[in-house]
């Protein structure tokens, strides 16, 4: 074909690995006319570590501090699925107090998780403020997980068949109080950005996803969520003791990242929910059942999965009978999300790339494994 | 000797006058920007160089100096090299006509010699249209920076840029329309004397002439939410992507002189200038022993703040929504205001 002076010529924009909204190592090659979005072509692979080979070649309960290395934002809940998968091979339960601080702390950690990406998300949108609230909160949490376990982001907190530790003294203070300034603090962040003009043009109607592409591509979490679907692991499938809590899941209606943002802005109030009632109700008893100091599941496999801060965190494991196990699969959320990217940004402009990743909440240590 | 004196040497201190203290404003108002924005992120700010961090400005300074001046293998070195200075130097240059206190002169005791108009370096009959000439300079500077330095995002935000401060140049040009014709002349002194007599600061006549230049003047000097150009989130740093050492704070320089120079015109064209406040109410004559430059760096600092403000409090736009409000809202609006400032100057004073 002709080249005439009024073709519009595209030009390939690299963005990434270092870029400073990507949230890590991905890279975005983007096809662009002008400001507009043609193509978008994720890259990944950068922080590749061979998470599940690792697994092979470690015991059941030795591998547990390499997971909280994949989604590291939120490594409560990867400990949680792996230590439920383990569990259900072995067929034993978690004491009910054992899972009651179980859910405490994995409801806590989704805050954090939430938090970081309502920081992240705004600063990407250009809301600096925000960012310095959310991490303002997010210590508070923090400072909960170290005087329980000593650490902060990579805890390692849970252990197969329940907990290591027995909760400190001050442990439901401390989170009685935090839930009573949270919800100020929720406001807070709110009035900077739920009515803000520039904060809706920036984000309504960007990034639609509709339910059926969705359902399609396979994304879960708060992400489908604000597409329409109600599907929370927790109500549909309870484990740990989801069942005993009384929560809603918000549901958006049109799909795009302002959805998005309300659906995450309204779990973090569930999950505050979730965790008053737990801590006044914590359970006497044992904190760990009866699992043996090695631990050997029969021979055969199983699938546990359950509802990561973003999205469907699931194990697939084999066991061959030995103290380490045949296979390891991880199904987590970040990699099936960012599916959705291409078709997302498609026909936008360049800064809603940006809005878009920060939306989908991705964190690629999960992504590369 | 008098008229080397009176041509030569008096404007040469003035001029060096006004550039020292600017700088020092300039580098200041980066101190003050990360101080102010961090007290409202609940954070401190710079704390460790010099008490309370006030020796920031200057470390930072002599940092960038020091610092390696890259010059990217394809780029266009002398246009690569130019870029920063073509757009530092108009930022500076419109200072020679911005009037930072009253007129009149004032004898130098031991001289015998009274220096005229102390406070401003000049002033010209065509003042605002001389401002807005030269400042449009600048844009040239970033254009050129992000074209010659041969990479993809410096030219996205180069692009940017240059939409944007070329579209609400017009806006900018029509908000300030009511004010000139009410004064009746273009000279900056003369506005703020029409002020004076008027009896009023033209901001209680022209207050939509007055939000309309100050939400342009902020796209202008591209500070949020209509950073663009450099929004770091999409284009890493946009036109002086890159740029490393001294050049960089070049444009770091001539964009926090613009934001000066936003706030001392708005200051000037509707906010009085060096006026007191209500200087036509006798009652509040006793406000007189404070200096006139005191109550223009008063009312300027406002404004910074405002500016620092809003970089604090909100998102940033998106390159078409940013068009179509200053096209579609903006410049009608500020259209009709000239009109309608028009048709009652016509009818007030027949």
Not at chain 1, 63 to 92: H, Q, W
Not at chain 2, 200 to 207: K, M, N, S, T
Not at chain 2, 225 to 240: C, K, Q, R, S, W
Request: proline share 5%; with cysteine; hydrophobic share 45%.
């Amino acid at each position: 074909m002709e080249n005439t002076l009024f073709d519009s010529s595209e030009i390939t924009v690299s963005m990434g690995p270092q870029h400073p909204s990507t949230h890590g190592v991905l890279q975005v090659k983007l096809k662009l006319d002008g400001e507009k979005v043609i193509d978008a072509e994720c890259v990944i692979g950068y922080l590749h570590r061979g998470v599940e080979k690792l697994g092979e070649n470690q015991t059941y309960g030795q591998f547990v501090p390499t997971l909280d290395r994949m989604d590291y934002i939120a490594a409560v809940s990867n400990c949680l699925g792996y230590c439920e998968a383990i569990e259900k091979m072995l067929r034993v339960e978690a004491p009910p107090r054992a899972q009651y601080i179980r859910v405490i702390l994995t409801e806590l950690n989704r805050i954090t998780s939430h938090l970081l990406w309502l920081g992240t998300h705004a600063l990407d949108i250009g809301a600096m403020t925000v960012f310095l609230y959310a991490f303002r909160e997010r210590e508070e949490i923090l400072k909960i997980f170290e005087n329980y376990c000593g650490a902060r982001l990579t805890t390692h907190v849970f252990r197969i068949g329940g907990l290591e530790y027995e909760i400190y003294d001050g442990f439901e203070d401390q989170i009685r109080a935090f839930i009573k300034d949270f919800p100020k603090k929720i406001a807070e962040y709110e009035q900077l950005l739920t009515q803000n003009r520039i904060w809706i043009g920036r984000t309504r109607g960007v990034g639609v996803l509709t339910r059926e592409e969705a359902i399609n591509i396979g994304v879960t979490g708060p992400c489908l969520r604000a597409s329409g679907l109600d599907w929370d692991i927790r109500k549909s499938n309870p484990y740990a003791c989801y069942s005993e809590f009384d929560f809603d899941v918000p549901v958006g209606e049109y799909g795009d990242t302002y959805d998005r943002y309300l659906v995450r802005m309204e779990e973090m109030r569930q999950s505050m929910r979730i965790v008053s009632q737990a801590v006044e109700n914590i359970p006497d008893g044992p904190i760990r059942a009866k699992v043996g100091k090695i631990i050997k599941p029969p021979v055969g496999d199983v699938y546990h999965s359950i509802e990561a801060p973003k999205g469907e965190l699931g194990y697939y494991i084999v066991s061959d009978g030995s103290t380490r196990p045949y296979r390891i699969r991880v199904r987590p959320p970040s990699f099936v999300n960012l599916q959705a990217l291409k078709q997302m940004v498609k026909g936008h402009m360049v800064a809603d790339v940006v809005a878009v990743i920060g939306t989908l909440d991705i964190v690629l240590g999960e992504i590369d494994r | 000797m008098e008229f080397l004196l009176q041509y030569v040497a008096v404007p040469m201190i003035k001029i060096l006058v006004v550039f020292m203290t600017l700088s020092l404003v300039v580098a200041y108002l980066t101190f003050m920007e990360r101080k102010i924005i961090a007290f409202m992120q609940v954070r401190l700010g710079p704390m460790r160089v010099g008490p309370y961090g006030l020796l920031q400005p200057i470390a930072d300074g002599l940092k960038l100096m020091l610092k390696e001046d890259i010059v990217p293998a394809g780029a266009d070195r002398l246009i690569f090299m130019m870029a920063p200075i073509i757009t530092l130097i108009p930022a500076f240059i419109v200072f020679s006509v911005i009037p930072f206190g009253p007129p009149g002169s004032i004898a130098i005791p031991g001289l015998g010699y009274e220096v005229e108009n102390p406070f401003y370096i000049t002033d010209i009959n065509i003042g605002v249209l001389f401002i807005l000439s030269v400042s449009s300079i600048g844009i040239l500077g970033v254009i050129l920076g992000g074209w010659a330095s041969n990479s993809k995002y410096p030219m996205l935000g180069a692009l940017r840029s240059a939409a944007q401060m070329v579209s609400y140049e017009v806006a900018l040009g029509f908000s300030i329309m009511g004010v000139l014709i009410l004064a009746g002349t273009l000279s900056l002194v003369e506005i703020v004397e029409a002020q004076r007599e008027g009896q009023f600061w033209y901001v209680f006549l022209q207050p939509v002439g007055f939000i309309l230049f100050f939400i342009c003047g902020v796209a202008e000097t591209n500070r949020a939410p209509f950073d663009l150009p450099e929004a770091e989130t999409e284009l890493v740093a946009g036109f002086h992507t890159e740029y490393s050492g001294f050049r960089f704070s070049l444009f770091f320089l001539a964009e926090y002189a613009s934001m000066i120079v936003i706030a001392s015109m708005a200051t000037t064209l509707f906010w009085g200038g060096w006026l007191r406040p209500f200087p036509s109410v006798e009652a509040l004559a006793f406000l007189d022993f404070v200096p006139g430059v005191a109550w223009f760096s008063l009312k300027v600092g406002t404004f910074l703040y405002f500016y620092l403000w809003f970089r604090a409090s909100w998102p940033r736009y998106r390159y078409d929504q940013l068009m179509s409000l200053g096209w579609r809202y903006l410049l009608p609006l500020a259209i009709a205001n000239v009109i309608v400032t028009a048709i009652l100057v016509l009818v007030v004073k027949g």
